[in-house]
């Protein structure tokens, strides 16, 4: 059960002077319930012994700031160049480098990040904005990361084809692009051989209303055009209450016969 938003704690300027974020070690979040610290790193340590992939989570970036501001405002904020812009973007920065320290300190391969910032067909600002305002953001604390030999997992929908590059700059090592929003060929042209890609299955249309039939060609074509000896591909496939049980079979079937197919083709 999640919460609804009925203020926003910037919403007017003026308060920014008095304003403290909480101590982002001492506060549950979505991935982390229980900011026991001690408990944390006996989780890693025993994951590191089985020989398992150890992630620590960051929060929420770009979302944060309309968290904060709210939405409309935030969004007229950076189109009109407030001032004050800067100085929020700065705080949150601080406050999320604390929790990064901290997961670098205990040691993870990786740390996922979840913010959005693409709507279906674009960005949620212009990509002259991003850069200016959202981009030096993410570099700072991606680069914090992969500075400390620790992989960037961005979990971030909508459509980011007009930024791939520019998150590659800022320290990305993986992306979830939504498959719908982003297209095969836009994937393909903007991310392979650069940036790994864990793609989301198209849940809009081919998964909840497709045919068993398309569903396995939906994923042959995304393995076939996206798969290679080097690596690169991840597939995500979330499965809803409301898919039909002959798709969710169909889900299951394709990613075995092409995914593990694939892998022992390969050698891996």
Not at 134 to 163: E, N, Q, Y
Request: aromatic share 10%; charged share 30%.
């Amino acid at each position: 059960m999640l919460g609804q938003v009925v203020e926003n704690p910037l919403s007017n300027w003026k308060l920014l002077d008095t304003y403290k974020p909480p101590n982002p070690l001492k506060k549950a979040s979505f991935y982390l319930e229980d900011q026991n610290w001690d408990a944390v790193k006996r989780s890693i340590e025993e994951k590191e012994k089985k020989g398992l992939l150890t992630e620590g989570w960051g929060e929420e970036l770009f979302t944060r700031l309309y968290y904060l501001r709210g939405f409309e405002n935030l969004m007229m904020d950076i189109a009109t160049d407030d001032p004050h812009l800067p100085e929020l973007i700065g705080m949150l920065t601080n406050y999320e480098l604390k929790l990064i320290d901290k997961w670098l300190e205990i040691g993870v391969d990786i740390i996922g990040f979840h913010t959005d910032i693409g709507a279906q067909n674009s960005l949620m600002i212009s990509p002259t904005k991003f850069r200016r305002y959202i981009k030096p953001m993410f570099k700072k604390i991606f680069m914090r990361c992969r500075k400390a030999g620790t992989h960037v997992f961005l979990s971030s929908d909508g459509c980011l084809l007009d930024i791939i590059d520019d998150l590659v700059g800022c320290g990305v090592s993986l992306h979830d692009p939504q498959f719908r929003a982003n297209t095969l060929e836009g994937i393909f042209k903007t991310y392979k051989g650069k940036l790994c890609a864990q793609v989301d299955l198209d849940q809009q249309r081919i998964l909840p209303f497709g045919s068993p039939r398309e569903i396995d060609r939906h994923i042959r074509e995304i393995v076939k055009r996206l798969n290679s000896r080097e690596g690169g591909l991840m597939i995500y496939a979330e499965i809803q209450p409301t898919y039909p049980l002959k798709n969710i079979e169909a889900i299951f079937e394709a990613l075995e016969k092409y995914c593990l197919a694939n892998k022992k083709k390969l050698g891996n």
